[in-house]
T-cell receptor, first 115, second 114 residues
């Protein structure tokens, strides 16, 4: 049973436009969510996170929105740049940002930003 | 500061053999996590070690095992290799004080079972 779902395996957008990556989760105990970016032949790198007590977190061109009632979060990238082309993973934790436990990841969405 | 290092980068084994993958965490990080990224399956949690002990285990058979050494480096062993074990194996480390957002991943070991 997949607890974190990224239903779009791929997304293609034009440079300068908005990229919206979606993530759904099923476990009501999740209270901390993260997005990671992964380039080929590299490990995932942390991008942005959000606690369940918030509905929005912004960091430069990246904004994460959380809709707890829908168990849905999204990552917005504005404006999209060719260097953003990578696989984006949504991850969740059940014990908050201070947890020492493991993260549960989605399958990832491959973003392609075309010049 | 050196990041999380994994070795070897690539490993080719025959079905039925054993594979050993190694991970050196960031200096000062005491927790080490292992994940498997098989094709189309995202990152699946395998094992979590902290202070030399196994703290949690994902839904994998017992032939996946590991250990953490006194210097906090870790080893993942996969016995009786099967073709479906072919995947990218990622190690991550974290400082106890950093919480969930402190995960730092290595570049992984690509295991191919033939």
């Amino acid at each position: 049973d997949q607890q974190v779902k990224q239903n779009s395996p791929s997304l293609s957008v034009q440079e300068g436009r908005i990229s919206i990556l979606n993530c759904d989760y099923t476990n009501s105990m999740f209270d901390y969510f993260l997005w990671y970016k992964k380039y080929p032949a590299e490990g995932p790198t942390f991008l942005i996170s959000i606690s369940s007590i918030k509905d929005k977190n912004e960091d430069g061109r990246f904004t994460v929105f959380l809709n707890k009632s829908a168990k849905h979060l999204s990552l917005h990238i504005v404006p999209s740049q060719p260097g953003d082309s990578a696989v984006y993973f949504c991850a969740a934790s059940a014990y908050g940002g201070g947890s020492q436990g493991n993260l549960i990841f989605g399958k990832g969405t491959k973003l392609s930003v075309k010049p | 500061e050196a990041g999380v290092t994994q070795s070897p980068t690539h490993l080719i084994k025959t079905r039925g053999q054993q594979a050993t993958l190694r991970c050196s965490p960031i200096s000062g990080h005491t927790s080490v996590y292992w994940y498997q990224q098989a094709l189309g399956l995202g990152l699946q949690f395998l094992l979590w070690y902290d202070e030399g002990e196994e703290r949690n285990r994902g839904n994998f058979p017992p032939r996946f095992s590991g250990r953490q050494f006194p210097n906090y480096s870790s080893e993942l062993n996969v016995n009786a290799l099967e073709l479906e074990d072919s995947a990218l194996y990622l190690c991550a480390s974290r400082d106890r004080g950093q919480g969930t957002y402190g995960f730092t991943f290595g570049s992984g070991t690509r295991l191919t079972v033939v």
